[in-house]
């Protein structure tokens, strides 16, 4: 079984729903991501957690919100969806300590908003 | 701020071709520089790192070479393969930091 999954892989909604954006791991780390990828932009940060009670935001968190509801889960929440939030969004996990801040990469969520 | 530029894509080459993807960085400091790579259909994993200047990090055949002078770091691999087709992320983690900075990707296409 994969170490960090997320749910779904794939949605299609329309402007203006709420979407959720789950992601779970189980490889016992306390530090969750959560990143978008656009074409020729590379992977920017939305928010991140360092433990339960930790959030944090990150390059790019207007119009998004997350809730760690426990150490292996951490979700992304688009209140209101836009089309220019249409994406590739991905999770990732770390440990404190680790070396050199390794990040432990889910499978992705591709997310169209229209 | 930092930041990390890498070359446009894709890039296309032969098998056993030799691959040469451009990185070059700023940042203050001397920070901690990263080669991760994206599969078709799954996330990014750490291919390679380097924490030092003149740190080669090496993984699977291809290295990368920790160029302070020229603040750059460029992935090189002599002999590609088909399996090696994929999207590759340059990154950096600033000396005093624990956040990642990447670049926007090169994808990578190896042909028989």
């Known amino acids: 079984d994969a170490d960090v999954t997320q749910t779904p892989r794939n949605r299609i909604t329309k402007t203006g729903k709420r979407i959720m954006l789950e992601c779970s791991q189980t490889?016992?780390?306390?530090?969750m991501y959560w990143y978008r990828q656009d074409p020729g932009l590379g992977l920017r940060l939305i928010y991140y957690s360092f433990d339960v009670k930790d959030i944090n935001k990150g390059e790019i968190s207007d119009g998004y919100s997350v809730s760690r509801q426990a150490q292996a889960k951490f979700s992304l929440s688009l209140e209101s969806a836009i089309p220019n939030q249409t994406a590739l969004y991905f999770c990732?996990?770390?440990?404190?300590?680790?070396?050199?801040?390794?990040?432990?990469f889910g499978p992705g969520t591709r997310l169209t908003v229209l | 701020g930092n930041s990390v530029t890498q070359m446009e894509g894709p890039v296309t080459l032969s098998e056993e071709a030799f691959l040469t993807i451009n990185c070059t960085y700023t940042?203050?400091?001397?920070?901690?520089l990263f080669w991760y790579v994206q599969y078709p259909g799954e996330g990014l994993q750490l291919l390679l790192k380097a924490t030092k200047a003149d740190d080669k990090g090496s993984n699977k055949g291809f290295e990368a070479t920790y160029r302070k002078e020229t603040t750059s770091f460029h992935l090189e691999k002599g002999s590609v393969q088909v399996s090696d087709s994929a999207v590759y992320f340059c990154a950096l983690r600033p000396n005093a930091g624990n956040m990642l900075t990447f670049g926007g990707g090169t994808r990578l296409m190896v042909k028989p």
């Open positions: 940042a203050t400091g001397y920070p901690s």
């Open positions: 990732a996990t770390g440990q404190t300590g680790i070396p050199y801040n390794e990040q432990f």
């Open positions: 490889k016992g780390h306390d530090r």
